[in-house]
């Protein structure tokens, strides 16, 4: 009953780390997707400066207009920063929760396998006792012919 009950636990707890191989599968590819963003934001606040750097002329709507588009870049871009921070964070909270179910999951395991030994030297000891007591009754008969 007890290995049973200790075998179940292990297998919730598998089914648990595997959730959590999951998520951080999912983390993962979102971080992919951010970083993509973000250097994407970068290489176009970069263009938007060159273009600052390269011309030295430009007319009120266009400079107002390129101060726009830096500035709202530079939003996105730390808002991206943030985001990037966040999943960073969140998958160091779910790398901790893997390892927190790996262990849970190792430790039932190996406390049902110390009960399956303790079960199978009981056995053992039942055993060898049917045996010795077959042995005295056969010795038994033996002295009393």
Avoid: C, P
Wanted: proline share 0%.
């Amino acid at each position: 009953m007890q290995i049973r009950l200790l075998d179940l636990l292990s297998r919730i707890k598998r089914l648990q780390e595997e959730r959590e191989i999951l998520r951080r599968n999912q983390a993962l590819e979102l971080l992919k997707t951010l970083k993509k963003e973000y250097e994407e934001l970068v290489e176009e606040r970069k263009k938007v400066s060159q273009v600052f750097t390269k011309s030295r002329f430009f007319k009120a709507v266009e400079l107002q207009d390129l101060i726009r588009l830096r500035d709202s870049l530079l939003e996105w871009e730390k808002i991206a920063e943030k985001k990037l921070k966040d999943g960073y964070e969140e998958l160091a909270k779910i790398e901790e929760e893997l390892l927190e179910r790996h262990k849970e999951r190792r430790l039932f395991e190996r406390l049902k396998e110390k009960e399956m030994w303790k079960q199978s030297e009981e056995e053992l000891k039942r055993l060898y006792r049917e045996l010795d007591e077959l042995a005295l009754l056969i010795q038994g008969q033996e002295n009393k012919r």
